[in-house]
């Protein structure tokens, strides 16, 4: 039921219903079965849910074979993972969105304040209500998800981090210890590729395409010229697109990711899908890991 590709609904308020309905429609035509919201996504709280719910009705028998996800916890200018604001969000999500579940649902980003016997208390109530069924995190260390879990009855389901070609560094660090002066070297979130590896928590890499600064890496020859370049003779050895590779970069790696995908046009989904069954040899991995900027010692 869970696809390798998830598409991101972070950008479809502005598309009537038939474009939603078209991309959803690419989506499954390319395999794609997880799709991914959050209450904070458009210009008003819950109106990137609100347009999905209003253009797409699945039936009950497809609706069993997708996942809808989203995530909770950020408010304007402060983070809140409270038993109030939590349960009504869920409940304004599952109105926005027209389902009476949802799959999966994610602490959107580490709130500093809550407490994890009342946040897992709270994510139980809700399971225990029919209102979720699986439960997550996303940019979470894995200390932040040790403490949770001691709370939580249930595995925590998947973290949804920030991962790419251009944002590597989940991965890049690993590969770099201990090597004093290189930045590359600096562990930021307690190994937590490897502890949801260990404990069994799908990792979903959200902005694939994206580098530190928020810029597409795809075609930006300005600032990611050995990248493309690199890209590009993949590509073409492989017949498929840059987008196809980028995203199986993250696939050949064997912590099993998920790729978060947030393309509002069913063709890019299209070119993208590929990468989803797509395998690099270890020679094109390593070549387009050091091609952006990483060190191999």
């Known amino acids: 039921m869970s696809s390798r590709l998830v598409l991101g609904c972070m950008r479809i308020e502005s598309l009537d219903d038939e474009a939603v ?115 997550g995190v996303s940019n979470h260390t894995a200390g932040q998800m040790d403490l949770l879990q001691r709370s939580l009855p249930r595995r925590i389901f998947v973290n949804q981090l920030q991962c790419g070609l251009g944002h590597a560094a989940l991965i890049a660090s690993g590969l770099a210890a201990n090597i004093v002066g290189l930045e590359q070297s600096a562990d930021r979130d307690g190994g937590v590729l490897d502890a949801c590896r260990r404990d069994g928590v799908v990792v979903q890499a959200w902005s694939p395409f994206g580098d530190a600064s928020g810029r597409v890496v795809l075609g930006d020859r300005e600032n990611h010229p050995v990248l493309n370049d690199a890209l590009d003779e993949v590509a073409a050895a492989h017949g498929v697109s840059t987008a196809a590779v980028a995203v199986s970069w993250l696939t050949t790696h064997p912590a099993g990711m998920q790729v978060v995908v947030g393309s509002t046009r069913p063709e890019r989904i299209a070119e993208a899908a590929p990468g989803a069954e797509l395998r690099l040899s270890r020679p094109e991995w390593y070549r387009l890991f050091t091609a952006a900027g990483h060190t191999l010692p």
């Open 21 to 135: 309905r078209s991309l959803v429609g690419a989506a499954l035509d390319a395999g794609i079965t997880v799709f991914d919201h959050a209450d904070i996504y458009g210009s008003a709280r819950h109106a990137c849910e609100q347009r999905f719910g209003d253009a797409v009705r699945f039936t009950p028998a497809k609706r069993e074979q997708v996942v809808v996800q989203s995530k909770v916890g950020i408010r304007e200018g402060y983070y809140d993972f409270s038993r109030e604001h939590v349960e009504r969000t869920v409940d304004e999500s599952l109105a926005a969105l027209r389902v009476d579940h949802l799959d999966v649902l994610l602490l959107h980003r580490p709130d500093a304040l809550a407490d994890p016997d009342d946040t897992a208390a709270t994510l139980e109530r809700l399971v225990a209500a029919g209102k979720v069924r699986e439960v």
